[in-house]
């Protein structure tokens, strides 16, 4: 049986839902998994620099809030600079969650920015992928290094719309169409999503899935906001799916017909 044309399927397996939510900047456990139910999220990712999953004994732990038997769990490298920094993070990650390859990569350049250190990201990615890893991975809005990612094996690209926590919304379309147009692989856009309407943007361009935390965790009401996102992403999909009208610049097109009227 073939997946639903509004599933997602990412390394071999398929997800009902399309919106994708982190973990972090909610007051508390108990706000995040509120959120997560509400976003419909089933992959749900977590720094493990900043979260505690295990490693911290004696500390609350994520993993009672959202079980991994509910949840696919998908460890991320946020605060990392360094491909080495990456891949131990990931290392280490994979043995808490008990052998679970599915990962985020994303190497920062600097910490007022957060762009994506490409250099970095590309060595992190061949090293992960070799060590059996499947990489989602967090890249600049460049066509050409989205193909380099695929081409070593990342499971998935995920270019920014804008700055991580900037909330802007997608600042360039026409990249993110050139990477959506050339990838074989699933293209989602991670990071810079302000609110509903730039989640459904993202998803009519043909991206096929959405990432963020901050527009939910940062919203005044965030799990109002999670539900407004669930909805976003789902329209933008079929829309997508339906395929819009043409513009037309310098004609107009009048709704109703114009043969057949009375007195005519």
Not at 103 to 122: H, I, Q, R, Y
Not at 236 to 245: C, D, P, S, V, W
Request: aromatic share 4%; with cysteine.
């Amino acid at each position: 049986m073939h997946p639903s044309p509004h599933s997602l399927t990412v390394a071999g397996r398929t997800y009902r839902s399309r919106l994708l939510v982190g973990t972090g900047k909610y007051k508390d456990f108990s706000e995040t998994r509120a959120a997560i139910d509400a976003a419909g999220a089933e992959i749900i990712t977590v720094a493990i620099r900043r979260t505690n999953i295990g490693q911290n004994a004696g500390e609350p732990n994520l993993l009672d809030v959202l079980p991994p038997s509910q949840f696919t769990i998908l460890p991320n490298t946020a605060g990392c600079y360094t491909a080495a920094d990456a891949v131990r993070t990931l290392r280490l990650a994979r043995e808490l969650l008990d052998g679970h390859a599915l990962c985020k990569l994303e190497v920062l350049g600097d910490p007022a920015s957060l762009f994506p250190n490409m250099p970095e990201t590309l060595q992190a990615a061949r090293t992960l992928v070799s060590e059996g890893f499947e990489v989602m991975v967090y890249c600049a809005d460049d066509p050409i290094q989205a193909r380099m990612l695929e081409d070593i094996g990342c499971v998935a690209v995920m270019p920014l719309a804008s700055l991580i926590g900037s909330g802007m919304g997608i600042v360039n379309p026409w990249n993110l169409r050139l990477i959506i147009d050339n990838a074989q692989v699933p293209v989602l856009v991670d990071a810079g999503v302000g609110t509903a309407s730039d989640a459904a943007i993202a998803m009519e361009l043909g991206c096929d899935g959405v990432l963020m935390n901050t527009a939910i965790a940062h919203a005044r009401d965030p799990v109002l906001m999670a539900s407004a996102m669930k909805k976003a992403v789902e329209a933008g999909r079929e829309a997508f799916l339906a395929g819009r009208m043409a513009r037309k610049y310098y004609s107009a097109d009048p709704s109703s017909p114009t043969t057949g009227l009375i007195g005519s």
